[in-house]
């Protein structure tokens, strides 16, 4: 069955500092995958997805994530965190379950940025 | 700028009574979700709709769940009786993808249950 592993639940880090969240997938095909962010009392939204082609994918605010076959992995990263990132970050694997697609969750990251 | 919206943002009712939650998706879309999301369990997925067909509904609990799409502009989800295990934030998603394809989901902002 398809999965999806965020490894670490909660990351702190300091206000400028570069981040890089883990995301590790079990899928036999080529995966579509997502990151999504959840501020507190909000819903999610959507940063990046990845279909096809470039592994390397660019989303808002200043995100990235690396698609590597070899490793079953998604990192999400950015260069220069702002406190404004502080938040609930999701990664997400489209998998077939009961004969349709639907997104399968990881638990979540829970990021704090320190000023 | 389109957007899911969900209401109530905020409900509070006792254990028993019932309780119903809307959403209106994304003009366009074809597809629907409901997950529920608590610290213990994370997102679960708990009704999907196509095309305002249910096509999976195995997350939720049969006896007092049900989810529902009366037209192409609102999904409810009803609790009948409430308990307090359902407290939870329920999120609706909506999408547009085609038969056998995927595409992404946009949520709406959450309806927050709490069963006293």
């Known amino acids: 069955a398809q999965s999806v592993t965020q490894p670490d639940i909660h990351i702190t880090v300091s206000e400028g500092a570069s981040l890089e969240l883990r995301c590790n997938y079990s899928y036999g095909a080529t995966p579509y995958l997502f990151w999504y962010v959840q501020s507190p009392g909000q819903g999610l939204q959507l940063l990046l997805k990845y279909f096809s082609g470039d592994t390397l994918v660019q989303g808002i605010k200043g995100f990235e994530a690396e698609f590597k076959r070899s490793q079953s992995s998604f990192n999400l990263r950015k260069p220069s965190v702002h406190w404004s990132d502080a938040a609930e970050y999701f990664c997400?694997?489209?998998?077939?379950?009961?004969?349709?697609?639907?997104?399968?969750f990881g638990a979540g990251t829970r990021l704090a940025v320190h000023p | 700028d389109a957007r899911v919206t969900q209401t109530p943002r905020h409900k509070v009712t006792e254990m028993g009574q019932e309780v119903t939650m809307r959403c209106q998706p994304i003009l366009g879309h074809n597809t629907v979700f409901w997950y529920r999301q608590t610290m213990m369990q994370g997102l679960e997925l708990l009704a999907y709709?196509?095309?305002?067909?249910?096509?999976?509904d195995s997350g939720m609990p049969k006896d007092r769940f049900s989810a529902e799409m009366p037209d192409a502009t609102l999904a409810t989800l009803k609790i009948q009786p409430s308990e307090p295990r359902d407290s939870a934030v329920y999120f609706c998603a909506s999408g547009s993808s085609p038969s056998g394809g995927y595409n992404e989901q946009f949520f709406g902002p959450g309806t927050r249950l709490t069963v006293l």
């Open positions: 997400a694997v489209v998998g077939i379950s009961g004969g349709y697609n639907k997104l399968i």
């Open positions: 709709f196509r095309n305002r067909a249910p096509l999976d």
